[in-house]
Each structure stands twice: as C-alpha cells, then as structure tokens.
C-alpha cells in the first residue's frame, strides 16, 4: 500500500486509539483535514510550492504510522542533545510519545506540558477553541497530514506579564525501534502580553533507522511579546524533517525564529508571518551548511498587513559535495500596510563542484510608502581573504573553514542564549570540519 | 637571505614584474620605493604566494632554497610575513583566536606542540603593549569595525606574535596619521635584530623617517631602475620619480 492510502486508512483508528471526545472541535478539524489530505496527496513537484524539493526518495519507505511506545532511552546517551549546561523546562519525546523521566514541565505560573494533557482536559478547552488549528494552513497537504494526526507534542500557554526565568526544551527523539518511522509532532505556544520566552526545538534520531517528521507548530504573540525560537535541525542522514511553523503576531510584538539547518536527508522548512496589528517586528534567521547529497528547503514568508512593522529576514547556506538548497523568501505588503520596514538578505556559497541552490527572493509590495530591500548572492570564497588566512601559516583547508565560520557568523551572533550560541559555533566548526581554536 | 633573481611575474597575460633582481642579508632594512603601477604590490604578493600572480621567469630563494613553488602558508612557515596594505576583516573570529590558530599551525608544520595556553597569554601581553595597543581590541572579532590605523597596527601586532624571518611591509603608511605611524614604525625598529630583514614597500618617503633603511630601490615599470643609501628616498621626496625615467 503506499503511503497516502496507509495514512488514510490508518486515520479512523487513530482516532479510535486517541482517546478523545469525538464532539470537540479538534475531532471536526481532524476530518476535515485528512479529507484535505485525502484529496491533495503529497506535493510533487509541479506544484509551484515545491518546484525544487522532491519528496519521492522519502515517500517510498514503508513507514509505521503508530509508533510503538515502551522504548527508553538513558540520559547519559542523549544529554548531549540538550542545552544541558543551563537551567530549562523540558518537553521530551520517546518516537512521539512524552518521556516524564527526560521532562522537566511546569504549571506554575505558565503551563509549559503537553498537547495531549491539553486536548483532553476540560479547563483547556477554552484555550484550544481559540487558538488550535486556527493560523496553521488548511489547504497545504502536509499541514493538514499533521492537524489530521495532531495528537502529542508541547503546550506551552505562558499567561500576559511572565518573563519566564529560563528557556523551554524541546527534544524528539526516534529510537528506531521501528525500522521506519512516521512522526508528527505537533506543538502549540501562546505568549500572552508583555510575556516573554526563549524556545529551543530539536528533532534527533538516535540510530539510523528512517525517520520521517512532519511537524507543525503554531505560535501566537500577544501584544508587546518577546519570542526567540530556535530550530537546530542536525539530524543524521537517514532522517527526514518537513517543519512547518506558523507564527501569528499582535501589535507591538517582536518574533524571531532562527533555524540551523546542519543535518538530515532531506529538510523542508515552512515559515509564515501573520501580522494582526501595527509596529510588530518579525526576525526570521537561518544557517544551512550542507554537504553529500542533503538537501534544505527554506520557505518563508511574511504578510505585512498593518502598518509601521518591520521584517528582518537573513538566510546564509553553505554547501559542499552534491548537496543541494532552495531558499524561497516571499514578502507580502498589503496595500493597508504603509510605512512597512521589510529586509530580506540570503547569501550562498557554493564549496561543493556539484552543490546547486535555487534561490528565489518574492515581494509582492502593494502599498507605496514602505522601505523594502532583498539581496541574494552566491558565490564562492574571496580569494583574496583567503590569501590573508594562508600568508599567516593557516593552511588553505583551515583558512576556508575559517572564512566559511565568518561568513555565518551574523546568524550566529543573534542567538540570545549564550549557552546555545556556542553550541552553535561548535556545530558549525564541527560541520567545517576543522579544529578552531576557540575557547567556547 | 633573499635573492630574487631575474623575476618576471604577470596577472594573466600582463607582464608586470620585468626581472627584478635583490639580495637582502639578515638585519637589513630594505625601501622599495615606486609610483603607483610600478609593481610594488605585486613583488611582495609574489614573494608571499599569491597566486593571482603566475610566475614567468626568474627564482626567489630564502636561505638557499627556491620557495616559488611553496604555498603561502609553507613560505609563512618559512619565516616570510607579509603587512597587508588592505588587511581584511573576519568577523566572529576574535584577534587572539586567529592568532592562535596561525601560531599553532606554524608549530605544527615544524612538529612542534601546541603553544601553552600560559605562554602564549603572556606573549601576547608583551607582544601587544610594543604596540600600546588597547587590549580589548583583542577580543575584538579581527579587524571587523577597524580604523585603518588600527588594522596596520593589528598587522604589526601578527608580525610580532609570528617572529618572521623576512618581513614585508606593504604600504602600512597608508592611512595612518603621525601618531599611528609613529608607534607602527617604533615596534618594527624593536623587533628588528641582527638575523632578520625588512622590505619596506612605500610610495611616500614619510615612513623612512622612523624606519632608516640601509638601501633604497626605486621599481618603475617593473624594474628596479635605481638603488642607493638612505638619501635616495630623500632625493626621490624632493625630485619625485620623473627624472629617474
């Protein structure tokens, strides 16, 4: 059977299995997704969407859709993957299902927990009413895959004036006691006004058993609200990631999504802006360095719909061997939305002979009165910088890594967690392929 | 030291250097003086390795071996070090970090170990207040947000940490005001020592007043067109370079 047919077929079990109440208003946005995905299918390539990024190497694997629950897995052997270093709420899962002896939760203050708890209890139903399901697409196929199965993954509901005291964790993990794996996570995050959290999402699998994630993730900032995500997508080379986040923003928010694309067969990102009010400030920053045959895909996109808000966007790819990148930056300014600030920068370099990117920035800009910018460049290392690094004794190996670290550098730099900034640096001087130096 | 011996170099199909013949003995300092096209930059990018320049004819040789066939990092090793008239700009890797790293390597070509930690610490101490330079520059990303002075006196400051054989300094004048020239040209003259030399590159006369040459080469055309004493570069302010065409 493949894969669509499994997936719909498995559905009604799904449903059976859950658990829920079959009235609520998640089971009717459950159906009518899976109709959706039903009818639409997995893109291919002739959708505009997906011109560059073909899912067919990763479809073909015969996935088990309901992970079996019991594998465990040692701290020791995974604590390398946590930003363990520094105090934080964590939200652990075991193949899609919550680890209590990983996670550290909370409702004190702010509920920081798990969707299941919160699709099924009572007292959170007003909560998922209002906001579960609402800003995530409901035509895209994959989207709606994910709300059809949508089941686990982190509530975090942080009430108006909390400044969180330290960042939430949270960490999927497959164990590959399935020899191949489809998961879907799905996560909710509300910051109410004046609030203020730091999040940090990792997807690892800890053999190299195929795994595929098809995540979705809604985030709603609420007036004045400080939101800093951070995506670390460094996964091995048997697993796959569609991460589609939709971010929806009240006036006076400032939202930054930073996603390090390092790892993984094949990564898509989906990444979308809604503006619901006037001086809203939205940072999407992103790092791919890629090599062999990976490939990453960054689709963003950001509606100005209000006036006096700014969009800052800065995407840097590093690509060797025979990996490949698309960065898709598309740029709405509706005609209301005068006085809009909208950058968007994306800067390749090509190390590889055979390493491609397909670039494509996209504004459409309606409104006459905006400061609206995009650059795009590929290319391959300066020479003459180069030179430098070498006539000092750097041998040209080192040099480029050197140069390659710099190049990536203003990503990195905007990372607020210190703890993770260097975990950052260290990736990448990792991924180069070099010793630095560097005191961390 | 240095002999360069019948040197023709060129950038593509463009002969720029038109054999140039030097000696340089260890403790010398040598001015190599010229207009702009003359060739200037790129004898010192030639000598260094950059291989922009292709190489036509002719040989340089350091301590009787030719190094033409060295890369820029083997000729480092070497003892050759190169003052960049544009030192570039690296950002996220901090002065120390980088320099670490190229001591290090250098150590590693020669099978050494790494430089302690502690050693290497206090050098830079010492090495930093030669050239009053303010510590927290140090820490600083390399030469990203650098005044030109600043970048010359970082350049410098490498020079110092490196201990080359041969140093080359590549229009370091340019761009700085008295002040920064002065203490450029002061940790030069306390890093000079009986066994190393200095090729000074140099389009104005200024910076041989604080560091005295022993000869003087005028390069015009790609060719060395005159060599004296330390008189010469006044001759040159004074004459300018016609009446030596």
Redesign the interface.
């Known amino acids: 059977m493949k894969l669509k047919e499994k997936l719909v077929a498995s559905f009604m079990a799904f449903e059976n299995k859950g658990n829920i109440d079959l009235d609520s208003s998640v089971h009717e946005l459950r159906t009518e997704a899976i109709e959706i995905f039903e009818k639409q299918g997995f893109p291919t390539k002739k959708d505009e969407e997906w011109k560059y990024t073909s899912l067919n190497s990763i479809l073909k694997e015969d996935y088990s859709v309901f992970p079996k629950s019991g594998a465990t897995v040692e701290l020791k052997d995974v604590k390398k993957y946590f930003l363990h270093e520094i105090e934080s709420y964590k939200i652990v899962f075991i193949d899609g299902v919550y680890s209590s002896f990983l996670s550290d939760t909370t409702h004190e203050g702010a509920d920081i927990c798990l969707l299941s708890s919160a699709l099924k209890r009572p007292k959170y139903k007003m909560v998922i009413d209002h906001y579960f399901g609402t800003i995530a697409s409901k035509k895209e196929s994959l989207t709606a895959l994910n709300t059809a199965f949508s089941k686990e993954g982190a509530f975090i509901n942080i009430p108006k004036n909390t400044v969180l005291p330290k960042p939430i964790q949270i960490i999927y993990f497959s164990t590959g006691t399935e020899k191949e794996i489809i998961l879907q996570p799905r996560n909710l995050v509300i910051v109410g006004e004046n609030s203020h959290a730091q999040i940090y999402e990792r997807h690892q699998s800890l053999n190299d058993n195929v795994v595929l994630t098809n995540a979705v993730t809604e985030i709603f900032a609420h007036k004045r609200a400080i939101i800093d995500f951070y995506k670390v997508q460094n996964d091995k080379k048997t697993a796959s990631l569609i991460d589609n986040t939709y971010v929806q923003q009240k006036e006076n928010s400032i939202v930054s999504v930073n996603t390090f694309s390092f790892g993984g067969k094949l990564t898509r990102n989906n990444l979308e802006f809604y503006h619901q009010g006037e001086y809203i400030t939205s940072n999407l920053n992103g790092i791919t360095i890629i090599g062999n045959k990976q490939h990453v895909d960054n689709h963003t996109l950001v509606n100005h719909k209000f006036e006096n808000c700014e969009s800052h966007e800065l995407y840097k790819g590093i690509y060797d061997d025979a990996s490949t990148g698309v960065f898709n930056g598309k740029v709405i300014v509706d005609k209301e939305a005068q006085k809009t600030n909208a950058f968007q920068q994306n800067n390749n370099v090509l190390i590889g002979d055979k390493a491609s990117i397909n670039a494509k920035p996209q504004l459409e800009i309606f409104a006459d009165d905006v400061k609206c910018s995009h650059g795009c460049t590929i290319g391959q290392l ?4 180069l ?10 190996k ?2 480029k890594a ?2 390659l ?2 190049f ?3 990503v ?2 905007k990372i607020k967690i210190p703890a993770l900034k260097s975990r950052i ?1 260290i990736l990448i001087a990792e991924k180069l392929k070099v010793e ?4 961390m | 030291m240095l002999s360069i011996k019948n040197l023709r170099a060129g950038i593509e199909d463009k002969e720029i250097l038109k054999g140039i013949n030097l000696e340089v003995k260890p403790g010398e300092i040598h001015a190599i003086m010229g207009p702009n096209g003359s060739g200037k930059s790129t004898l010192s990018s030639v000598i ?5 320049y292709e190489v036509l004819d002719g040989d340089v040789i350091l301590n009787d071996e030719s190094i033409l066939e060295l ?3 083997e ?3 070497k003892g ?3 003052s ?1 008239q544009y ?2 700009e ?4 901090t002065t120390t ?2 320099i ?7 150590r590693k ?1 020669q099978g050494l170990e790494d430089l302690p930690a502690k050693d290497m610490l206090k050098m830079i101490c010492e090495k930093s207040e030669l050239l009053e330079m303010d510590r927290k520059f140090l820490s600083r ?1 390399l030469n990203e947000g650098f005044s030109g002075g600043e970048k010359k006196r970082n350049e410098i400051f ?1 020079m110092a940490m ?1 201990e080359p054989k041969l140093a080359i300094l590549d229009e370091t004048d340019s761009g700085l005001d008295i002040d920064a020239l002065k203490i450029v040209a002061n940790g030069v003259n306390k890093l000079k020592t009986k066994d190393n030399a200095v090729i000074v590159i140099t389009h104005y006369q200024r910076l041989l007043d604080y560091i005295i040459p022993d000869f003087v080469h005028v390069l015009h055309n790609g060719k060395i067109i005159k060599s004296g004493g330390k008189e010469l570069a006044h001759e040159l302010e004074a004459k300018g370079y016609d009446w030596l065409k």
Request: no cysteine.
């Open positions: 300066d020479e003459s910088a030179f430098y690094l070498q006539s000092r004794g750097i041998p040209k080192e040099a050197l140069l670290f710099a990536g550098n203003d990195v730099e640096s630095m130096g560097f005191e | 260094s390795g950059n291989e922009t890369s820029p990092d000729r480092a090793h050759i070090f190169m960049f030192p570039i690296i950002p996220g890797v970090n980088f670490k790293t190229a001591i290090n390597a250098k070509a990303s490498q490196l």
